[in-house]
């Protein structure tokens, strides 16, 4: 597994190349069939880290190259090789790249990196390593929650009023993008992110990864079950994910 970590990582520390060369000029942004951006940013980093990955001998399942079916594959690459597209058209720097390894249907390792701040955050079963993301004080704070900058809903707001409100009235919501979110909460600067939007398998499983190992849940909103992964399909339900230290909120 540390062999296969060091590829990962290695992988998304050469799409950084890639990336930052078209973040630094002007680049076009196309629209995909289910209505998402594409840039020439995400191409290029889905090809660079599948030749990386290529000498695994494992199946590579990106959102910019997808396989006609995945059924038989027990363990496989699960790439999002650039989260956070409408926040990369922004110029925001709030996008990343997500690497996981799928292993019997759960992701049992995962590797976020953000080019533009140069962190890298990963997890290999239990063992996370997660650098801060903000520099704000941890013991003295309100409780928090994410949510998405660009793709907030009033499912979101609905849910933060009937759920959460009532045990904290004071809560805090601060934005983010990307893969930032699960970050924000496996280092403890934030409580509990929900999401109503459209996210795919390959969004959250990296960061999924990273957060189990850091102590904390992603957790269907319909069921309280964990997210599933090597579905028939690929999007995921509406889901909360929980910081180690406020798994007690969900009973709030």
């Not at 196309?30 to 990955?53: C, F, G, H, M, W």
């Not at 720097?93 to 997500?98: I, L």
Request: net charge negative.
């Amino acid at each position: 597994m540390e062999n296969l970590l060091e590829i990962a990582i290695n992988a998304a520390l050469e799409a950084r190349k890639a990336i930052m060369e078209v973040y630094a000029q002007p680049f076009e942004v196309y629209t995909k069939v289910d209505d998402s951006p594409v840039t020439q940013a995400d191409l290029r980093a889905s090809n660079i880290i599948k030749e990386i990955l290529r000498p695994t001998g494992l199946p590579y399942v990106s959102e910019e190259d997808l396989p006609e079916d995945r059924s038989s594959f027990s363990r496989y690459w699960l790439v999002d090789p650039l989260d956070g597209t409408a926040e990369f058209v922004k110029r925001n720097g709030e996008f990343t790249v997500n690497i996981a390894l799928i292993d019997d249907k759960q992701p049992v390792m995962g590797v976020i990196y953000a080019p533009v701040t140069d962190q890298l955050w990963y997890a290999v079963g239990t063992h996370c390593v997660c650098p801060p993301v903000t520099t704000r004080t941890h013991a003295v704070r309100p409780y928090t929650v994410l949510v998405s900058r660009s793709h907030r809903t009033p499912e979101v707001d609905a849910y933060i009023n009937k759920v959460l409100r009532p045990a904290h009235p004071d809560l805090v919501i601060d934005t983010q993008g990307s893969s930032l979110k699960f970050a924000r909460l496996a280092e403890g600067s934030a409580d509990v992110y929900v999401c109503y939007s459209k996210t795919k398998e390959w969004d959250t499983a990296a960061a999924d990864a990273i957060l189990r190992a850091a102590g904390g849940r992603v957790l269907r909103i319909s069921d309280g079950k964990p997210l599933e992964y090597s579905k028939k399909d690929y999007p995921n339900p509406p889901f909360v994910a929980w910081a180690k230290s406020k798994l007690s909120g969900l009973n709030a």
